[in-house]
């Protein structure tokens, strides 16, 4: 599975947009972009995934740039609640989910 | 939405006993769990890989013989610490997919496990 790459931590004023990048140079045309994320002692949660497309839910925005390089997750409005560890993973469908060090989220009223 | 469970939540234990800890997935069925390995300030490490009917497939350096794994049915994996030592001290989580050809995982809550 390809390797990512994220900055260690970041912080995020409440209400404002939290832009988190991902750099993933070599990944693969079957590999997905998933990002997961973990609040301090619980199991991870699911956030979004993406093959080539943008995508949104309700939880996020997940821009990928055209030549599958690199990905922002976007969470629109940032509460004291998204503060965490944010997980950027690629991996073939039926693979393992290899996590790297993530970026730790902090964000401050 | 699809719920993972795991229990117990926390444990302590003395050195030199065995201790199981159960993942359930609550509302689908999954042939395949993972069981993730958490220090304090560290990243998740994959451990094992849970085969519904089958041998557990572990990942290098895991210990196959002090982390039993058995995946009795579709809905339960359990991960039992052998002969359990300080250095065993951990927060184990496990995860599994939901549906066929899906790769988003489920997570429990994990399970913190302390050895005296």
């Known amino acids: 599975d390809a390797k990512t790459t994220q900055p260690t931590s970041m912080d995020c004023a409440e209400g404002r947009a939290a832009n988190l990048p991902c750099n993933h140079s070599?990944?693969?045309?079957?590999?997905?972009v998933y990002w997961y994320r973990q609040i301090h002692s619980q199991g991870p949660q699911y956030i979004i995934h993406g093959l080539k497309n943008n995508e949104t839910n309700e939880m996020a925005s997940l821009i990928i740039t055209e030549d599958r390089k690199s990905s922002t997750l976007i969470l629109p409005h940032a509460t004291l609640r998204d503060t965490a560890v944010y997980y950027c993973?690629?991996?073939?469908?039926?693979?393992?989910?290899?996590f790297g060090q993530g970026t730790e989220l902090s964000v401050k009223p | 939405g699809a719920v993972v469970s795991q229990h117990p939540s926390w444990v302590i234990c003395k050195s030199g006993t065995s201790v199981k800890i159960e993942c359930r997935s609550l509302d689908f069925q999954a042939t395949t769990m993972f069981w993730y390995r958490q220090f304090p300030k560290q990243s998740l490490m994959l451990m094992a890989t849970?085969?519904?009917?089958?041998?557990?497939?572990?990942e290098q350096g895991v210990e196959k013989d002090k982390f039993l794994i058995n995946h009795a049915s579709l809905t339960l994996s359990t991960l039992t610490v052998t002969s359990a030592h300080p250095e065993d001290s951990s927060f184990y989580i496990c995860?599994?997919?939901?549906?066929?050809?899906?790769?988003?995982?489920?997570f429990g809550p994990g399970t913190r496990l302390t050895v005296l």
């Open positions: 070599t990944i693969s045309g079957n590999e997905y």
């Open positions: 849970s085969n519904e009917g089958s041998k557990a497939t572990y």
């Open positions: 995860s599994a997919p939901r549906g066929a050809g899906t790769d988003t995982q489920y």
């Open positions: 993973i690629v991996h073939n469908q039926g693979g393992k989910l290899i």
